[in-house]
């Protein structure tokens, strides 16, 4: 995984839903298996500890692929969902060896924030929810305890260890200045008709698009003119397709036919992909680099992450130093 700070994938007041949510969901023709997936130093992880985590990626990848790429990202999604069960399993070591420990009123404290939170104060609708999904509230509790010492685990170790300068992000900027470029826009309007299937449509809707041409060249509104004939998801803008970079915007073939036109002018009939389009430019303006100060703020959350990657990469790699850890190879699929 290269995601950092994963050990908080499952947010505290979701523990209920997410990390004890009964039996795992899996998609037809996959096998949920018991037993172990890996060991940290003497301790087992389950498979159905990784599943846990890896539960809702799956359920993201059984909504949208079938086959044999179903079963590959499904493969992909529980092995990460391993190596976040051992990266949980290397922080809580750390904190157990550390000194400085955290005082048992802060997990009390977060544990009747979530009953507060989620089930309105209710204790007796907690211990209901955990018995409808056969979790034990002890289990719970240590649940909670666990998610709140690896979120103060990694803010010492890694959340404040990152540091991203001023200098950084400025030199950032001037190293990347073609990332920040902006092509010339124009501000377009756009006219489509279909040209049919029949010859005989063929040639009456090339007629009817070279006549709204010649009433547009002539002056006519070309927005109205959309508004009353063209077939374009634009029709109810009369048109309009706002400010765009037409390199990014419109396939080449449509590029290409407003390349050349001023201000106020109509392109000619661009046919293309079975359909008749007209162009109009409104207007012109200069592609140019982006300010510095428009940029900086994303400039700067892209160091951050780049730098809490890898901070938190170098304290998991810390953490397994003289720690034997092995993963079991379990099929899920048959």
Known sequence: MNIPGAVLLIPVPLLVLAVHAGPAEVPAGMALVEGVAAYVGDKAITVGEAMGIAQPAMRRLASSLRGDELKKRMEEAYRDGVGLAIERRLVLAAYEKQ????????????????VAQSFGGDRDALLKALSRDGVDYDEWLQDIREQVIIATMRREFVDRRVRVSPSAVRGAYDSNRAKYETGEQVNARIIALSKGRTDEEVRERLDR?????????AGKDFAGLARAHSEHR????GGSLGWIDP????????????????AGEVSKVVEMAGDYYLLKVEGRRDGGVQPFDSVQDEIERELRRRETEA???????QLQKGVYISRSDVDLFK
């Open 234 to 237: 634009s029709r109810a803008e």
């Open 209 to 217: 698009i070279e006549s709204i041409r010649k009433d547009a060249v």
């Open 99 to 114: 000194d400085n420990k955290i005082p048992e009123w802060v997990f009390r404290n977060r544990a009747d924030a979530i």
């Open 311 to 317: 901070v938190y990469r170098s304290w998991i790699a």
């Open 247 to 262: 390199r990014v915007s419109l396939r080449s073939e449509l590029a290409d036919a407003v390349r050349s036109l001023r």
